[in-house]
């Protein structure tokens, strides 16, 4: 069973930072990616950033520099730490799982989070 719990979302000023948080179990870490999606009213999902068990990521050109991703494999929690928001950054955040521990960009997420949302202000 693979269940994840996103928390950590919030209202901030543009400029702000917020830190995400999803909680997971340990078998999830040690045999899955692990990814954060995000999704505003009307456009497509995106896929932000993702991180393989060897704990390379990789970013999306709108996170790059700005945000990071990462896994504490003591805690079974992943992170995604986001500075220098922008209002574009606005969204719904998810984080998502996938079988397999690399080629983390191309795998099939099967389990999601019921997200939480992001929102940033001019």
């Known amino acids: 069973q693979v269940q994840l719990a996103e928390s950590g979302g919030g209202s901030v000023q543009a400029g702000g930072s917020l830190r995400l948080a999803c909680a997971a179990s340990q078998y999830t870490f040690l045999t899955h990616c692990m990814a954060w999606f995000r999704q505003a009213p009307g456009k497509e999902r995106q896929r932000v950033a993702v991180i393989g068990t060897n704990g390379r990521t990789l970013y999306a050109d709108s996170a790059q520099g700005r945000f990071i991703i990462s896994r504490d494999n003591a805690k079974t929690t992943l992170y995604l730490q986001m500075n220098s928001l922008k209002p574009e950054d606005t969204a719904m955040y998810y984080c998502?799982?996938?079988?397999?521990?690399?080629?983390?960009?191309?795998?099939?997420?099967?389990?999601w989070g019921q997200g939480t949302q992001v929102t940033v202000s001019s």
């Open positions: 998502a799982a996938a079988p397999g521990g690399d080629m983390c960009y191309i795998r099939e997420y099967d389990y």
